[in-house]
């Protein structure tokens, strides 16, 4: 995408919080909410130090931001935290032991609860079943776990111990485990047996055994009893988690963390090459998960707070688990797909537990649209108060359903923006302050910095597209890639000569101030909010013993936001057929897992380049969308190719 398209949005919708939400909120009055902002951008240091002093600290720090090793941040330098005592301890001690921290739903109708105390207990407990298999301090253990208490106990467990977790998306293939377990470095493996999704059992532990074939590392895999499929065991590796957990103490003291100290590493696509490590350590990262999720979502000690991402996703972590807990939240988990056993899953769990705020994407949204209002409008909704979303632009119509049905045009939307390298949210309303806009995500946090750029680095004026950029280091920022400080440097730093910070975004900003985002400007697709780089799909295509040559764009879709499209050039000999192009989608299930699957396999000749030989992706993109090619040909180096291309169309 070109950043200096013209945006075509022209939304003047406009939506402020109604006065029955403000009486309520813990922001709404524009004065307090001005001076909040104008300090934490002018002042930091006193802003982010005041929110910092609020958590449960084991050494206090003593600088506030470290930021002279550019693009390095430090933050909360000489200080000490455990997450885990910030999400637990602290809470017990205070007396509210006895509050549901966690209400869990399974996919057949199971459930479970915990409280705080509880929580503590199990979490105490895990930790000291990892510490009696030798996981210590800096080890990373990956997690490849369904929607299950016990993933978050889990991640809790490896932060009271100081290990980093490496959690791995469930709907991943053997092969990206092993390459994650093995770019880690992960000594230890959590997983499960299996999980219910869409009323079958999805078998973890034997795709766990597959990624490990050939991986010294790894010492042992702990595995939780979820769906009681037929596992293997290899003996002397493999513990039952739960066995080793209840023969444990309940008590285990947390490490103190630095904080700079690695909590966790999320994998996540970049432009090119393989998947990167994304590096969040400790304080920084918890103190951008609690401001914000008090914030944005306003979170109140009666509230049932949902959030429906994945725990393998940076939303899971901290949206989830880390801000929701840190905040003495009641979270609800569900484990399974949203239509199961029917299309009003959710809206039944909504009525059932009295969901008072609900987070979701995008792409659900328009999934609930397509089934039909019925499936809603049948369960009560009246406990929602706060509605989110998160993961891709949302568009009006999306949104204006979202508010109606879901919402009853009673509960604001917040429309947060933000990034795994972000940490926590960028860009959202406040819902108690923000008039909304319908696909907008208005304005940025406390202590964002961040303007739209064009290709010199210069602001751009109001309704024209740019590169999104953000000014200032913030505390949940990344502080790198694992094993490849280069790649951090390249990637996020040196578009604008190491000044600022580079999205991979472009976005407008409209006359109100309010950012509009337009999606990725680099070579990383969004697919139901996950991303995809468009060379993983294309080596794991090239692969395939057929494929000579493969180009991987996105196209709109209605569903899923984008969607893959791969044009492929075959082999001598080789004859495309629709079996082949199966195969194909196969072929990528296998090598990255099923969310990368190609919706459409185009069988091409050869493939448009450009004279000096780079692939015409911009052209290829308007092929796909069925637009009419428009880009100049010029440097093409054979023109039949794109003629070839576009008769296959027809
Ligand atoms: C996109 C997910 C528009 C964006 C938290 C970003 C969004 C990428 C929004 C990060 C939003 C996320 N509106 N686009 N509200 N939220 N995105 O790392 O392109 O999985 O760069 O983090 O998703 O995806 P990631």
């Known amino acids: 995408m070109s950043p200096d398209i013209d945006s075509v949005l022209n939304e003047t919708r406009r939506f402020p919080p109604s006065a029955e939400f403000q009486a309520r909120a813990q922001l709404s009055d524009p004065a307090q909410y001005e001076r909040l902002y104008r300090e934490s951008i002018e002042d930091p240091d006193a802003f982010w130090g005041r929110v ?23 933050w909360f330098v000489g200080g000490k935290l455990n997450l885990s005592m910030a999400c637990l301890d602290q809470h017990v001690a205070a007396g509210r032991g006895g509050r549901t921290a966690i209400v869990w739903e399974g996919e057949p109708g199971d459930s479970e609860r915990y409280t705080y105390a509880e929580l503590l207990a199990e979490v105490c407990r895990t930790a000291n079943a990892l510490k009696a298999r030798g996981v210590k301090k800096g080890d990373r253990v990956a997690l490849y776990m369904p929607m299950i208490p016990e993933i978050v106990l889990a991640m809790l467990a490896c932060a009271r111990i100081g290990a980093i977790h490496s959690v791995i998306f469930g709907g991943f293939s053997a092969q990206s485990i092993k390459d994650r377990v093995l770019d880690g470095g992960c000594t230890a493996v959590i997983t499960a047996d299996g999980s219910w999704r869409r009323g079958k059992v999805l078998p973890l532990k034997p795709v766990v055994d597959e990624a490990l074939l050939g991986v010294k590392s790894v010492h042992t895999v702990f595995v939780v009893q979820r769906a009681a499929n037929e596992i293997e065991w290899q003996s002397g590796r493999d513990v039952w988690l739960s066995e080793l957990a209840r023969k ?102 909504v009525a059932k537990h009295k969901v008072t705020i609900l987070y979701t994407a995008p792409t659900a949204i328009r999934s609930f ?72 995500a208005t304005r940025p946090f406390f202590g964002v910095d961040a303007a739209i750029v064009d290709e010199q680095g210069h602001e751009v004026p109001p309704g024209k597209g740019g590169y999104l950029v953000i000014k200032k280091p913030w505390p949940s920022m990344l502080r790198g890639i694992w094993g490849d400080d280069a790649r951090y440097v390249e990637t996020y730093w040196s578009k604008f000569g190491g000044r600022w910070y580079f999205t991979g975004d472009g976005a407008r900003r409209d006359e109100d101030g309010y950012f509009w985002i337009m999606g990725r ?34 196209r709109p879709d209605e569903l899923t936001g984008e969607a893959l499209c791969a044009f492929v ?43 000096s030989g780079k692939i015409m992706r911009r052209l290829l993109r308007d092929i796909a969308a069925g637009r009419e090619v428009t880009q100049d040909t010029t440097t093409l180096e054979d023109y039949s190719v794109l ?4 008769i296959e169309e027809e």
């Open 643 to 646: 003629a070839r291309l576009r």
């Open 52 to 74: 910092a002093r609020e958590l449960p600290w084991q050494q206090p720090f003593e600088r506030v931001l470290d930021w002279s090793a550019k693009p390095f941040a430090r």
């Open 569 to 611: 050039t075959i082999g001598p000999g080789k004859v495309a057929t629709p079996a082949l192009a199966e195969a194909l989608k196969e072929h990528v299930s296998k090598e990255i897992g099923k969310l990368a699957r190609p919706a459409e396999i185009r069988f091409a000749e050869a493939l448009p380049k450009t004279r």
């Open 521 to 554: 400007v680099d070579d990383v697709l969004n697919v139901s909010g996950h991303r995809l780089s468009t060379m993983e799909v294309e080596s794991a295509l090239v692969s395939h013993a057929d494929v000579v040559e493969a180009a991987v764009v996105g």
């Open 248 to 349: 444990q103490s309940a008590e285990c003291a947390p490490e103190p963390m630095d904080s700079e100290d690695t909590l966790f590493l999320l994998y996540t696509s970049g432009s090119t090459g393989k998947p990167k490590g994304i590096r969040h350590t400790t304080a920084g990262y918890l103190v951008g998960a609690y401001l914000s999720t008090k914030y944005v979502f306003d979170l109140r000690p009666d509230d049932l707070y949902w959030c429906t991402a994945d725990v393998g996703w940076i939303t899971g972590h901290s949206y989830v688990v880390y801000g929701p807990l840190a905040n003495g939240a009641t979270v609800l988990l569900y484990e399974g797909a949203p239509n199961q056993p029917h299309p009003g899953r959710f809206w039944e769990l």
């Open 369 to 440: 649209m397509r089934w039909g209002d019925e499936h809603v409008t049948r369960f009560d909704r009246s406990s929602l108060r706060l509605l989110g979303t998160v993961g891709e632009p949302i568009n009006p119509e999306a949104w204006m359903w979202y508010r109606t049905v879901v919402g009853e045009s009673r509960c604001p939307i917040v429309d947060t923006w933000w990034q795994t390298e972000t940490g926590s949210i960028q860009i959202t309303p406040l819902p108690g302050i923000t008039a909304t806009k319908p696909g907008s």
